[in-house]
């Protein structure tokens, strides 16, 4: 059974910054692809960004670009978001997936297994 399990949401005032973490258990982690999506309330799920089993390819929405980190560990099934330079545009719920392919994708349909999702709220 897949399990991805979100974590490290939160409120934060404008500029700040907050690291979210998703822990994979039930696959083989190394060998996929990770994204990051999230969804603000009356909008459609919206990509972050996403990185490759190795950890060497990371892609960006252009909005996060300059601001968003996404890494893993994969010896602990772990990728992680840090979002620095927060404004509230960013607020949304903040979903990890992942891919049972290697090549990671914008695309929503192109992922397997979702968190429930962490909410980020970044006030002005």
């Known amino acids: 059974q897949v399990q991805l399990v979100e974590s490290g949401g939160g409120l934060v005032q404008a500029g700040g910054s907050l690291r979210l973490s998703c822990a994979a258990s039930?696959?083989?982690?190394?060998?996929?692809?990770m994204g990051w999506f999230r969804q603000a309330p009356g909008k459609e799920r919206e990509f972050v960004a996403s990185i490759n089993w190795t950890g060497t390819r990371t892609y960006y929405v252009d909005s996060v670009k300059g601001r968003f980190t996404v890494s893993r560990d994969n010896a602990k099934n772990t990728v992680y978001l840090q979002m620095d330079s927060l404004k509230p545009e960013d607020t949304a719920v903040y979903f990890c997936a992942t891919s049972l392919g290697a090549v990671p994708s914008s695309d929503p349909g192109r992922y397997d297994y979702w968190g429930q999702g962490t909410q980020v709220t970044v006030s002005s």
């Open positions: 039930g696959l083989t982690f190394k060998v996929n692809a």
